[in-house]
């Protein structure tokens, strides 16, 4: 990997940890060739995968054919917003002609004939797939492993998880096996893995980016979004994919350059809160000193900051309920298959009976209580412009370790209980960035996550591209 290639005096291992957003203007500027890079990515797969399970199906041949069309379109000089740039997806993500298992053993060997929404965009802006990132089974869980593939490991230390349930992705882009990655957040997906990988994961607001074919085309909980290295790639990458479409009920109709939003990240005279917990659940005293540290990287940009705390009372309440709500109507009709009782998660099986157990009444409070945490945090946002809180209570935890049951001597009842931070948030609706703010004793790292207003993403960039730039991080290489 020590090769420099002649056009750009670089190596290749350093071309593989520049900036999606710098590789673009190589790209486009003809100092690198989509082949080239591909090939370069490919290579330093093949030789740090194996460390860290990141992909779980590698296209090599499909990617080569999509980078040479991207080549092609650039001497044309048609260059989409993504070309040439490599991208991994989820493997809970449909992707034509590559296989989907969802991290299960029931769909081991299935191959999709139509890529999913996101992946057309991607595909039209000149992205190339390079493969599948691994998943809890049904990307169920805040930590990445399952019966197919095994254990995800964090690129910083194999001994740790990676979080999840987008944790192939957020592994693969801090080690360098692609610059731009998809994922997909319910309960803090994207932010969860982000934080323990010391990458940017961006939960936009319901709808940014829209979804199809979806069971479930009114969800307003569950999204897809972008995980990167930098915030400018994320706002890259959030501009490719987001937009509206006819097919998604619930897509939002406005389109934005959010790259502008991060060219001239200015936060001054912002108001901004800070929350240790969300008076949710106890946070480590290493994880809260290393976040806390952001409130004066933002007063020294000129915001104010108050420590404030938004009444998210009944969150977790709704927050089960709604998951159980959810499960039932993506696999209740699975359930009865002895199959699906043998192979499938004993986790996810809980939530569809948990789900089944609740009454009319139940369903109902739930829809109340949540209307009601919103009126209360809409008004909390009247009063400031963001929400600052650590993305995750803990650093990262053993790798086999499922999920943490205690943390900070409080024990956790269920395996999202430890997820709170970000599932309140989701809750609401509300977009939310988790960005590297720190590293522990262990060098692991930390994120700190970021709240903007409802539907306001390219706030929510800016205000993460300024703490980037004042507070940077993205020079540092995990030891693979």
């Known amino acids: 990997m020590k090769n420099r290639t002649p056009s750009t005096n670089l190596s290749a291992e350093d071309l593989c940890f520049t900036p999606a957003v ?23 797969i093949e030789r740090v995968n194996p460390k860290i399970n990141a992909y779980c199906t590698l296209v090599p041949e499909m990617a080569l054919e999509l980078a040479r069309k991207a080549q092609s379109a650039i001497m044309r000089g048609e260059a989409g917003m993504l070309c040439g740039l490599p991208v991994s997806i989820k493997d809970v993500t449909l992707t034509a002609g590559i296989r989907t298992t969802f991290g299960s053993k029931l769909y ?10 996101i992946v057309e965009r991607l595909k039209e802006a000149g992205a190339v797939v390079l493969g599948k990132t691994n998943t809890p089974e049904f990307a169920a869980g805040g930590s990445t492993f399952n019966k197919v593939f095994g254990i995800t490991r964090n690129p910083w230390n194999t001994d740790f998880t990676v979080g999840g349930s987008s944790g192939g992705a957020a592994a693969a882009v801090a080690a360098g096996l692609g610059p731009l990655a998809t994922g997909s957040d319910l309960g803090g997906s ?10 940017v994961g961006l939960r936009p607001s319901p709808g940014r980016v829209p979804r199809h074919p979806y069971k479930l085309n009114w969800d307003d909980l569950s999204v897809q979004g972008p995980i990167a290295r930098t915030v400018a790639d994320t ?7 987001s937009g509206p479409d006819s097919r998604s009920p619930v897509s939002w109709p406005e389109k934005t350059s959010f790259l502008e939003a991060v060219q001239n990240p200015e936060v001054k005279n912002l108001r901004i809160a800070w929350s240790d917990n969300l008076n949710l659940m106890p946070v480590e005293q290493e994880v ?16 104010e900051v108050s420590e404030d705390t938004p009444d998210f009372s009944g969150a977790k309440e709704v927050a089960l309920t709604l998951r159980g709500l959810r499960f039932v109507a993506l696999y209740q009709d699975q359930m009865a298959d002895p199959e699906f009782k043998r192979w499938v998660n004993p986790l996810v099986q809980g939530n569809i009976e948990q789900g089944l157990k609740l009454s009319v009444r139940d369903i109902a409070r739930a829809q109340r209580q949540r209307s009601e945490i919103w009126d209360r945090v809409r008004t909390f946002f009247d009063k400031y412009d963001l929400l600052l809180t650590p993305t995750t209570p803990i ?4 790798a086999e370790t499922q999920y943490p049951t205690e943390i900070a001597g409080q024990p956790m009842a269920s395996y999202i209980d430890w997820a709170m931070l970000t599932y ?5 609706g509300l977009p939310a960035i988790s960005v590297p703010c720190g590293w ?6 930390v994120g700190l996550q970021i709240v903007a207003r409802r539907h306001d993403e390219a706030a929510l960039l800016r205000a993460a591209a300024a703490y980037e730039s004042a507070a940077p991080w993205a020079g540092r290489r995990p030891p693979l």
């Open 395 to 398: 650093p990262p935890f053993p």
């Open 440 to 445: 522990t004793k262990q060098g692991l790292p």
């Open 108 to 117: 081991e060997h299935f191959v999709p004939d139509t890529d999913e929404l």
């Open 22 to 44: 710098e590789l673009r203007e190589m790209l486009r500027g003809k100092l690198i060739s989509p082949v080239e890079l591909v090939q370069i990515f490919l290579e330093r």
């Open 235 to 241: 706002a890259l990458m959030l501009e490719a994919i």
């Open 288 to 303: 809260l000193e290393i976040t806390r540290s952001a409130i004066e990287v933002f007063r020294n940009l000129g915001t």
């Open 190 to 199: 994207l932010r969860l893995p982000a934080s323990f990988c010391g990458v």
């Open 424 to 428: 309140a948030i989701t809750v609401v």
